[in-house]
């Protein structure tokens, strides 16, 4: 499945769930409240079904997303179905751990081989002022994903000017203590959230210079990298990656497109247009008319994100499709 600009689509983000139980400044703002109802949420069947689809179009790669796809019951059930697609080759899942530590077992046992988590800062008081959650839970889950057996464990760091920017050494002590690979990234303002975050946007080349005061950074190679520049950190098996979508974006080597709960096909984070592939589904579709539907979509996709200079701003909150 190609692009009109070559790019090989091969990674699907599938959110499960647009709900939360964080409430993260930059993510989702805590007045938010236009959540999609159950009725209209994809069905694990319906999923597995459009994920089959996928596959066969060459998708090798899913990301199991929410919200936070832990608050869905049907989680495990749903990734075990998709794991046992013949060619599905990656099963990957990002969350914010605050359940992970009753999950983790089940999830490694339903086919999800690597983990992304969320954790933007140590201290227990600024944790909850971020997020809304407890600090505690996080660690737990980290724990319990360690003990499952998930290799390798990504920690995702949003960095934030005057709120994060002080724990850099901490977050990279305690990746490196607990042998997690760590990924910084930038802001996004999708959502009346992010827009807000704009206010403490820091670039990753200044985390890159703080980093390089204390240690020296080679580049490395990461697989199921994404979008981030990987580097080691000397003397450590480190790996640490810099997630650029503002001050570089990556978006000539975007590989990926984006399903909301809905069945909603995205083509890009930082645009609007879509594919109503749950609603195309319900009226009762083929597997041909849906494969149509999403070679079509991806004949859309645009050549690159416009964050900043779009013509109206994205309003979807993030966690509607997983950044």
């Not at 832990?70 to 060619?87: D, S, Y």
């Not at 954790?119 to 227990?124: A, F």
């Not at 490196?176 to 820091?202: K, N, S």
């Not at 978006?251 to 909603?264: E, I, M, Q």
């Amino acid at each position: 499945m190609q692009d009109r600009f070559g790019r090989q689509i091969q990674y699907l983000r599938l959110s499960v769930t647009d709900r939360c139980d964080f409430r993260c400044s930059y993510c989702l703002p805590r007045s938010h409240r236009d959540f999609a109802t159950p009725d209209d949420w994809l069905t694990p069947a319906e999923i597995i079904r459009l994920v089959d689809v996928f596959s066969a179009l060459g998708v090798t790669h899913v990301r199991l997303t929410g919200g936070e796809p832990l608050v869905r019951r049907e989680l495990p059930e749903i990734a075990a179905g998709i794991a046992a697609l013949p060619r599905i080759r990656d099963l990957s899942l990002s969350t914010n751990a605050s359940r992970l530590a009753a999950f983790a077992d089940r999830l490694q046992g339903a086919g999800v081989t690597r983990l992304n988590i969320s954790l933007d800062s140590l201290d227990p008081d600024k944790f909850g002022r971020i997020t809304g959650g407890r600090l505690e839970r996080v660690l737990d889950g980290i724990a319990a994903a360690r003990a499952a057996g998930f290799a390798p464990i990504k920690i995702n760091t949003v960095a934030m000017r005057g709120i994060n920017d002080d724990e850099v050494d901490a977050i990279v002590d305690f990746c490196v203590e607990h042998g997690l690979t760590l990924r910084f990234i930038e802001a996004m303002p999708v959502g009346a959230g992010g827009q807000q975050a704009q206010d403490h946007y820091m670039p990753l080349s200044e985390v890159e210079a703080i980093l390089r005061r204390r240690f020296r950074l080679a580049p490395a190679a990461m697989k199921g990298s994404g979008p981030a520049r990987y580097f080691r950190v000397d003397d450590t098996e480190l790996r640490i990656g810099f997630i650029t979508p503002q001050s570089q974006h990556f978006c000539a080597s975007c590989n990926r497109v984006r399903l909301s709960v809905r069945g909603d096909l995205y083509l890009c984070l930082g645009q609007e247009d879509k594919v109503e592939l749950g609603r195309l589904l319900r009226d009762g579709a083929s597997d041909a008319e849906l494969a149509a539907a999403i070679a079509a979509g991806i004949d859309r996709k645009p050549e690159r994100h416009h964050f900043l200079s779009a013509p109206t701003a994205i309003l979807r909150p993030m966690s509607s499709l997983g950044g």
